[in-house]
């Protein structure tokens, strides 16, 4: 089995939910506790040898924040080494990492996430690849990243293999959900997938999260897949069709702590949660703040 050496990170659209922040900055540059949410992912990637990202971009406004923020920026290190500032000079340079090739894709229409997927097919040729959501981040504090964790399995088993999450029947309707699931410790083997489905009609209560680890079929196969219930054409439809034709489909419960971004409470209550854990002088004057408040 080939480790995939490229990874699709879709940044097309408005980002309307994170108004009026987004109005001139796309949403994966706002931060969480101190990072632009859009270095979780690359940083993710990084951690794992991938050598491509492939952003899916929908304009060129858009195109062009990341090829600024992915570049070298001379001038502004000149005067960080000339000034002796050299911890801010490090961080700097560490949002490119070593030996990364950053290529781009357009999504002319809002058609939905498989086929912001499709737009990376030249790019990608005949690599098998990855799909991460950049809002959708995923941190484990003690031990392997989420993707090193699918990377495992992904070598181990092949086929499809993605992070899934366990919720309540009442929640599935939300995601994809795994069908005909088994599972075994950590890992959970399904014969398919269905998207949003109708509460009557779940199937498990393993939804299918991402990021995901896709053989090269799968991008071949997305052309064929038709709008899904929600209207749009989906990744997770191209997946249950690899999966109708034999291809192996394995969810894989991560040892992460999952921050959504999607919104800007969501947003909020993530760098909450995610400062609070890092930064112990935070924590010590929030418990103050409280004790304050409350008398």
């Avoid at 899916?56 to 080494?81: A, G, M, T, V």
């Avoid at 071949?220 to 191209?238: F, H, S």
Wanted: charged share 25%.
């Amino acid at each position: 089995m080939k480790k995939p050496e490229v990874c699709i990170l879709p940044v097309a659209g408005l980002s309307t939910r994170n108004l009026p922040a987004t109005k001139a900055l796309h949403k994966g540059f706002l931060t969480l506790h101190n990072l632009p949410i859009i270095q979780y992912a690359v940083n993710a990637c990084a951690e794992i040898g991938i050598k491509e990202i492939v952003f899916i971009y929908s304009d060129q406004s858009c195109k062009d924040l990341f090829e600024k923020y992915f570049r070298p920026y001379e001038w502004l290190e000149n005067h960080l080494q000339e000034k002796g500032k050299l911890d801010i000079l490090a961080n700097l340079r560490s949002v490119i990492p070593a030996g990364m090739k950053f290529s781009f894709a357009e999504q002319k229409e809002p058609k939905g996430n498989g086929h912001a997927i499709l737009m990376a097919k030249e790019v990608v040729g005949d690599r098998d690849f990855i799909v991460m959501w950049p809002d959708d981040v995923y941190i484990n504090l003690h031990g392997d990243g989420v993707l090193k964790q699918l990377l495992d399995v992904y070598m181990a088993e092949g086929g499809m293999v993605e992070n899934i999450m366990e919720f309540p029947r009442e929640e599935m309707v939300r995601y994809g959900a795994l069908v005909g699931a088994v599972r075994d410790g950590r890992i959970v083997r399904a014969k398919g997938l269905v998207e949003k489905p109708a509460l009557e009609n779940v199937p498990s209560n393993y939804a299918s999260m991402g990021p995901y680890i896709l053989p090269n079929a799968v991008m071949q196969i997305l052309p064929e897949v038709r709008k899904g219930t929600n209207g749009e054409i989906n990744l997770t439809d191209a997946m249950e069709l690899a999966a109708q034709r034999g291809m192996k489909l394995t969810g894989v419960l991560c040892d992460a702590m999952r921050f959504d971004c999607g919104t800007t409470k969501d947003l909020e209550r993530s760098n909450m949660k995610l400062s609070l854990m890092q930064d112990p002088d935070l924590r010590a004057y929030c418990c103050d703040l409280l004790q304050t408040m409350m008398v």
